[in-house]
């Protein structure tokens, strides 16, 4: 029930994916990003089509990604003002745990031990959008970056109405709007990428986790007003976009057509409801197959005991986190709801 934290999209081992991945594990396996692949071209594509973004960047993970968009942000807004702007984060958010990352990342556990920051990071209050107006007054602000369903934060989902206000005063004040959409990305919630079901369109979409199916990789997909902003020497990575990988995230997008999206809704619905009334069990949150169940007893005895009967879970916070692969079967499903019933009475 954690496909390796999101990754295993398809579950442990899935055929199809394997055998993208093989079969283009014959062919080729790396060329660094000096050069395009047929697989990478095809992703790039394949995402475009499906999202309306322009052009994306690979990377190797979700932090990785995140690093692409702040680098479009920071010399979007160098090239626009002749001056460094500011990246206004939300409070509870995790956007990874690299140096910049994690100074995005809106938690002070996650930066204690490694002071000092990287600077240019403003952090304002999930779903307060007049505390969000009155940091934008008070600084140059070049994007504002947020997650749709605070994943590491507690498995919350953001509230539609300040999603999509966020969303017009960023296209009112020409100020970025950045979706981390490395967890909920990719089928997760029910949606291709969450913002999808929000009515909104991100300049910026990073996400990786889920598109990998197995593998490493990122990617940092671009709308019209970014795409061009990294030129050439400005980004890279050697292993960026590597054939493999991308040979394997084609298999999974691929798969995620409206019919099989609806049936993650499904999944995520039967799933919620068998546990909203479950004993043990204070709350339900989070969105299709992201999961986050507050807990009356202590979490880690949770985890123990589903781990101890055959099921692996996750936590967020003093949250239980579920995110089972997509094409969860049925029977699946009722064992693990049938063991993770026990381990909460
Ligand atoms: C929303 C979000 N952003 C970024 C990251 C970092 O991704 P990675 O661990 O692949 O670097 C994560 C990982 O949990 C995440 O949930």
Redesign the pocket.
């Known amino acids: 029930m954690g496909t390796g934290?999101g990754v295993t999209a398809f579950g442990a081992c899935d055929e199809e994916w394997k055998n993208a991945v093989i079969s283009q594990l014959n062919k080729l396996s790396h060329t660094s990003n000096l050069y395009y692949t047929e697989p990478c071209v095809t992703l790039a594509k394949l995402l475009a089509e499906k999202t309306g973004l322009k052009k994306t960047f690979f990377a190797n993970?979700?932090?990785e990604a995140?690093e692409c968009a702040i680098k479009v942000a920071r010399k979007y807004y160098e090239d626009k003002c002749g001056k460094q702007g500011v990246i206004v984060t939300l409070k509870n958010s995790?956007?990874?745990?690299t140096l910049a990352?994690l100074s995005a990342t809106g938690q002070d556990k996650f930066h204690e031990l490694f002071n000092p920051l990287v600077s240019g990071f403003v952090h304002s209050t999930a779903n307060d959008f007049d505390e969000l107006k009155s940091i934008c007054s008070a600084n140059p602000v070049s994007a504002i970056m947020i997650?749709i369903v605070q994943?590491?934060g507690g498995v919350n989902a953001l509230d539609k109405s300040y999603v999509q206000s966020v969303y017009n005063y960023c296209k009112e004040n020409d100020i970025l709007l950045i979706v981390?959409e490395?967890?909920t990305g990719n089928g997760r919630t029910g949606e291709l990428y969450a913002f999808m079901g929000y009515d909104i369109m991100p300049d910026v979409v990073t996400t990786?986790?889920g598109l990998g199916g197995g593998l490493p990789i990122?990617a940092c997909m671009l709308g019209e007003k970014v795409k061009d902003v990294l030129g050439f020497g400005t980004h890279g990575s050697t292993f960026g976009g590597n054939p493999v990988a991308a040979a394997g995230a084609i298999s999974i997008v691929s798969r995620l057509t409206d019919e099989f999206l609806a049936s993650v809704k499904e999944k995520g619905e039967y799933l919620k409801t068998n546990l909203e009334n479950a004993d043990g069990v204070e709350s339900v949150s989070g969105l299709g197959l992201m999961l986050g169940i507050k807990t009356k007893k202590p979490v880690k005895e949770v985890v123990n005991y589903c781990l101890e009967n055959g099921v692996l879970v996750l936590t967020a916070k003093d949250k239980l986190r579920l995110l089972p692969p997509l094409n969860i079967k049925q029977e699946e499903l009722e064992k693990a709801i049938s063991v993770i019933k026990n381990a909460l009475k």
Request: aromatic share 6%; net charge negative.
């Open positions: 934290i993970s979700g932090a995140n995790f956007h990874g745990r990352t997650e994943g590491e981390d490395v967890q990786a986790k990122g």
